[in-house]
């Protein structure tokens, strides 16, 4: 039995609500960051830029602003608004999908100079790895936009 006079154990969290990402979600952010960063690096040192279409540079930024929101996340700070996060939680992980399965099908995406085309079995191996590579990637932007009522200071779920 333990001391009565002991105040008692609480939890103010509630249940589905996040109080702060563990550090595992900075290691995350921070790895991913680099690989996106030393491909991009290495492709524009090796092939230059005049292959990329428009649609890879939209993609470019696509990414770019689902990284934000990963690391509004894993550093718990405040960036824009929780709405605009739980859309983009729906936009990020949809238009991942229209690139790399739709879009490069399609050959509307730019090819790589001086490569050979890919075959089926290679083209959705690829692809499905990069999908879960991004899978934490997408559940950071929904936890940020929907699960984090704390850091953005929202009284109630409904908003």
Known sequence: MG???EAPASDLAQPGEIIRPPARWRIYALSLLALFALSVAVIVAVYGVAWMS???VLHNFVSAIGFVGLFGYAFWKPIASSRAWRVWAVIQPLWDF???F???SLG???QLPD???ETR???FATRLIGLAVAAPLYLALFR???RSRKLWREPSASS
């Open 3 to 5: 001391n009565p006079f």
């Open 54 to 56: 428009a649609l890879d």
């Open 98 to 100: 229209l690139y790399s």
């Open 102 to 104: 739709v879009f490069d």
């Open 108 to 110: 509307w995406s730019g």
């Open 115 to 117: 490569t050979e085309p």
């Open 121 to 123: 079995v290679e083209f």
């Open 144 to 146: 940020y936009g929907y």
